[in-house]
């Protein structure tokens, strides 16, 4: 259901503080907690959300349902109406889980700027969704570091290529396995009962995301110890995944629950050495070709870690 409007609170919530307790970084994390608090939309991050082409959005369906869409567009299509507003101007896909979704609830976004390694998260409450843009009223945004973010060089939208048969189903087939095993990028959606709806990014080597019947998992890498979906996690294991075929358009979202296993040291699979995991268990997943842009040039990212299994 929607949810009601409410200030952001600052700091990092209890679940971000107790794992970044477990995990030993609570003095790094400290340290950049002021990126957290409320911001506006000022200077450099005007100029950067202004050029860019594609973000991604997580928030929930009409049930409630939390999923991670795409959204692509033109520059300009991510517009800082004014400090505290952003307007996306692009709609979601007829047959996207999150198409006519609900204002009223927080929602979360990351921009990505995939040919100079940039991020950028953006959290916020969907206002309105009116006359093909969804308005944002923003509560937070901070960059991220580049790590882990493949080149790429994406064309322009072509709506023509957007076109594709959607299945809903609750269980992965082959064509869904292979794409999730073939993947060096993929999106998480997270939540927290307080703070809403978060989207970011996790990139490695091709098959870092590994297929385990109807649950995947994917070990965690050294970051910058913020620990936001982690953190998400540890209060509220709803999530969901977004999986891209950045050749083809063919988009995979997953809705389901995720929890993080702290036993995996020395583990097959444990390529980030810091023996956390994150475990997904599908519940929904809708199947389609709805990414109107296409990739024309791929440079991996040159430090991932090597695959351990």
Partial sequence: MPEPHRPADTGFHAGELAVQQRAGTRAQAARLSPML?????????????????????????????????PLSGPPGFLEAV?????????????????HGLPVGQ?????????????????????????NGTLTIEVEQAYGNCPQYIHQRLMTGDDPG???????????????????????????????????????????????????????????????????????????????????????????LHLSGTAEVDWDAAGQPGDDGRTGRRAVFTLQRLVAGRLLPSRQVAHSPYPRNPALTD
């Fill in 161 to 251: 290529a957007a076109v594709g048969d959607v299945r809903h189903d609750a269980v992965l087939s082959p064509e869904d396995a292979a794409l999730i095993r073939a993947a060096d990028t993929f999106f998480l959606g997270t939540t927290n009962p307080d703070r809403g709806s978060d989207s970011s990014h996790r990139g490695g080597t091709a098959g870092f995301v590994r297929v385990d019947g109807g649950r995947l998992w994917w070990p965690d890498y050294p970051g910058n110890n913020l620990f936001n979906s982690f953190g998400n996690l540890a209060v509220d294991p709803e999530a969901a995944l977004l999986f891209l075929d950045f050749d083809t358009g063919r988009t």
């Fill in 82 to 98: 004014t400090p505290a507003t952003l307007a996306v101007h692009a709609e979601l896909a007829e047959g996207d889980p999150l």
């Fill in 37 to 69: 608090e409320p911001a506006e939309l000022r200077g450099g991050i005007v100029a950067f959300l202004a050029d860019r082409t594609f973000a991604v959005i997580t928030a929930r369906d009409a049930s409630g349902r939390l999923w991670t869409s």
């Fill in 106 to 130: 927080q929602a979360g976004l990351v921009v990505v700027e995939f040919a100079a390694r940039r991020r950028v998260r953006i959290n916020g409450t969907l206002v309105s969704t009116g």
